[in-house]
């Protein structure tokens, strides 16, 4: 039988050494010890060590030098090409928002099939702390609980891209500021009506219902006050 050497993709010397190698119980070589292996600088590879940092691919333990690999994560790297995005234009928060809601709608057949009864349980929580908070006087912005209903739904999904789209989307939701009380108080209580109708259709398998209700409210945010 022919094996087919995996091609790698265009990413550095220490990406592909990362992802070729086990993570030693003491951690990955130095940066010293990998230039004498893979013939380049030291001077390189801490810059592409930064680099693998910086997308939270690896930890480097303080003091010791040493390296450890991280879980793979699709969060960070998006995390850091959404931010740079806002800081030129708050205006692609609205063209990335569009890419999430067309990803959950996409996804949440599959999505809500996979929750536990544990999750729905978690889920009808959500609703409940998020009311209480609605019905303080003064009122209590839900955004925590916003955060937690959107990611729980989905959070059964295999699939490490879609959780980091969504998890980043989370980030700059707060970035540009949408997480604090603006909308008035009408505006949130229609949000979380149609988290509710979520969460029951979701607790009944009435999922077609869920998913009209969850690209109903997705267009509220464009309509805020």
């Not at 708050?90 to 536990?116: C, G, M, P, Q």
């Not at 989905?154 to 949408?178: H, M, Q």
Request: a negative charge.
């Amino acid at each position: 039988m022919i094996v087919r050497e995996r091609v790698s993709p265009n990413i550095s010397e220490f990406l592909k050494y990362l992802a070729s190698h086990q993570d030693a119980e003491g951690g990955f070589p130095t940066l010293n010890e990998l230039s004498q292996e893979l013939g380049v600088s030291v001077a390189s590879l801490r810059e592409q060590l930064e680099v693998a940092r910086a997308l939270g691919l690896v930890e480097v333990k303080p003091g010791r030098g040493k390296t450890r690999r991280l879980n793979f994560s699709f969060t960070p790297a998006i995390r850091q090409s959404l931010g740079y995005a806002l800081a030129l234009n708050d205006d692609y928060f609205r063209k990335y928002s569009d890419l999430r809601n067309h990803i959950e709608a996409a996804f949440w057949f599959e999505a809500v099939e996979k929750l536990t009864t544990e999750d729905k349980s978690e889920l009808q929580a959500i609703i409940t702390r998020a009311r209480d908070k609605l019905n303080r006087a003064p009122i209590q912005v839900p955004h925590e609980e916003h955060r937690s209903l959107h990611l729980l739904i989905y959070n059964r999904l295999d699939n490490p891209f879609v959780t980091g789209v969504l998890e980043a989307y989370w980030d700059a939701y707060e970035a540009v500021g949408l997480n604090v009380f603006a909308g008035g108080y009408e505006y949130l209580q229609e949000v979380w009506r149609y988290h509710q109708i979520m969460v029951e259709s979701i607790c009944n398998g009435n999922y077609k219902a869920g998913h009209e209700a969850l690209i109903a409210h997705t267009d509220l945010l464009y309509h805020r006050p």
